[in-house]
């Protein structure tokens, strides 16, 4: 089944990333790493409101206690849109000045995952970390290269992750209670010819939506057989991710990115960096907010 994804704004980001859905106000935000910008989407009015933040931003959260946290290049941070204030937490990786923080997301306990990645895209020297609700910082998965899509189970019991060059999905067995991860195991595998999975949202049923960059899709996968479902075409080739919105979490929103892209593909790609929406025909499951 193929599906068709039509603009929802036209938001010519660089490198746009990191829709989260906040039910509260039934807006998107997301952010555009290379333009240093949180973003905050109102599909009511289909306005945007841009943040600037000095640095690359990898991923923004929503926090229980109000307010966002992020993930910038220098580490974690709290964010308080209202007076645009940012309060720095912990960098886990000062060492590594030559990397940045990209795609992170709230588990089911209100833990916030964020991975790094080195500037060069080439070298593993990347992590996957977890910033607990205590505010401490631990470091979850180790050689990674470009720290990538985030999901978590119905039952709360497996954790998916992308690291997108190895082309692959993997699951881990997840501790909700501990936030503990164990038996790595490839689950996906893209098909050649579909690009580099990137980030990702889960349904209510537990398929992925993986947003496939340089493939102008998104799939939807089953993780426990591994089949591709169906697509959703979307009219740019760098999809970098989705989340579900709306009132009935029925609608998926879909960034992209223009950065690294040919004058003579831009030309044919002009909504390249532009924010798409689709109806999948299934409820997707929560966005979680940062419980610290
Ligand atoms: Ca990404």
Known sequence: MTLTAELEFDARATLGEGPCWDAHTQRLYWVDIEKHQLHLYDPATRTDRSFALAQPVGAAVLRKSGGLMLALQ????????????????????????????????????????????????TKDCG??????????????????????????SPDERTMYYVDSPTRVVTAFAYDKATGAIANRRVVIEIPDGMGYPDGMSIDAEGMLWIALWDGAAVGRWNPLTGALLAQISVPVSRPTSCVFGGKDLDELYITSASTRLSAEVLAQQPLAGGIFKCRPGVRGGPTWEFAG
């Open 74 to 121: 220098q580490g974690f941070y709290g964010f308080d849109p209202d007076s645009e204030t940012l309060t720095h937490l912990d960098n886990p990786e000062t060492h590594l000045p030559e990397n940045r923080f990209n795609d992170g997301k709230c588990d089911p306990a209100g833990r916030f995952w964020a991975g790094t990645m080195p500037l060069c895209e």
């Open 127 to 152: 992590s996957l970390y977890m910033l607990d609700t205590d505010l401490t910082v631990h470091q979850k998965v180790t050689g990674v290269r470009i720290s990538n899509g985030l999901a978590w």
